[in-house]
């Protein structure tokens, strides 16, 4: 649809494909907050109330590939800057070609958010898709010194924000 707005009424638009996001300001409720900041939420909170244990969904083996939501908006506005850039003719993964267990992920979050009760995975509730991870290389291509937030870092900006608005 891109490519025809553009041959017709000379329109240039730019499409991304994002992985799964989070970062502080996304809901405090963790059945509508995105998966990574609902299990940051639960964990706060469970710490919070000193609870023994947390549930999370599945055997934690998929693997999934994150995009901190500061980062996404830093591309977003050097795309709207650069938009006359050779590579924007065709959809661009937001991607860094790297993904995390759901396992791994429950580990960092349990240690950043230095929670000492269990993990309960329940393997009643589906894993999902094995494997999420998008190809980098037209990304690269496009934004070649673009520098994505170190995780860790931007997962403990993440636990402060629902440290922050705690009671929720």
Same mark, same amino acid.
């Given at each position: 649809?891109?490519? #025809? ?12 494909? /994002? ?6 300001? $996304? ?20 710490? @919070? ?22 980062? #996404? ?18 959809? /661009? ?26 993990? /309960? ?5 589906? $894993? ?7 190809? $980098?290389?037209?990304?690269? @291509? ?7 937030? $170190? ?18």
């Amino acid at each position: 649809m891109s490519e #025809c707005y553009k041959m017709q009424y000379g329109f240039r638009s730019i499409n991304f494909f /994002v992985p799964n996001m989070y970062g502080p300001h $996304d809901s405090t409720d963790p059945n509508k907050a995105h998966a990574l900041n609902a299990l940051i939420s639960k964990a706060v909170k469970a710490k @919070k109330e000193n609870k023994k244990e947390i549930e999370v969904w599945g055997s934690g083996i998929a693997i999934r590939e994150w995009l901190y939501a500061k980062d #996404c908006a830093a591309i977003f506005l050097q795309a709207v800057e650069k938009i006359e850039a050779v590579g924007f003719d065709e959809p /661009v993964n937001i991607g860094q070609n790297f993904g995390l267990s759901i396992r791994e992920l429950v580990r960092i979050i349990k240690n950043e958010t230095s929670f000492k009760g269990d993990i /309960v995975w329940n393997r009643n509730m589906p $894993d999902g898709a094995p494997r999420k991870v998008m190809d $980098d290389t037209r990304f690269r @291509k496009i934004f070649p010194e673009f520098n994505f937030t $170190d995780f860790n870092a931007g997962i403990r900006e993440t636990i402060k924000y629902y440290e922050s608005v705690y009671p929720y």
